[in-house]
């Protein structure tokens, strides 16, 4: 009697690189479809940095009360809905016809007024409700309007390729 067989574990096949790799290879393309616009957003946005009332902000905005983590995180979190607005888009919409251009249109003027009054909004009212003191001015029309052409500038970096492909999908042809 050979009791050894079924004192081992079963064996199984052996496990190709491609098939470990795969799971890390989808967990870093959705990483990267998450993060990559907001960078690039994030990077193209940068000169608002020079104006000192922008890098107040940034360092008493938490969690790290410090400008350059804040920043990026602020520019990278900033660029989300836009990224699941363009995924709700694709996996919602009809793509018949110029379905999908308008919906992109929508898309970006939507978000870009929500981006224009909302910053402002939020930065000058709901932040020191919140106790997060931070513009050294006071809160002025000067701030109102920094604030309102920032929100509209980064909205400006998502909404023109919005708008791109909207026309470009509107064409006879399009998809």
Request: glycine share 8%; aromatic share 10%; charged share 5%.
């Amino acid at each position: 009697m050979n009791v050894l067989p079924a004192l081992l574990p079963p064996l199984h096949a052996p496990v190709t690189l491609q098939a470990t790799l795969e799971p890390m290879s989808e967990w870093a393309t959705l990483v990267g479809f998450l993060l990559v616009p907001g960078f690039i957003a994030t990077l193209l946005w940068s000169p608002f940095l020079i104006v000192d009332r922008i890098r107040a902000l940034l360092a008493t905005l938490p969690p790290t009360g410090s400008i350059v983590p804040t920043y990026l995180l602020a520019g990278v979190g900033g660029s989300i809905p836009y990224i699941l607005a363009a995924t709700l888009v694709v996996t919602t919409v009809d793509s018949a016809g110029v379905a999908w251009s308008n919906a992109f249109i929508n898309v970006a003027v939507l978000l870009f007024v929500g981006y224009a009054a909302g910053v402002p909004v939020i930065t000058n009212v709901v932040l020191p409700r919140l106790d997060l003191d931070w513009d050294p001015t006071g809160y002025g029309p000067s701030t109102w309007v920094l604030l309102a052409a920032g929100g509209a500038s980064y909205a400006l970096l998502f909404a023109i390729p919005f708008v791109v492909v909207s026309f470009l999908l509107a064409l006879p042809g399009g998809y």
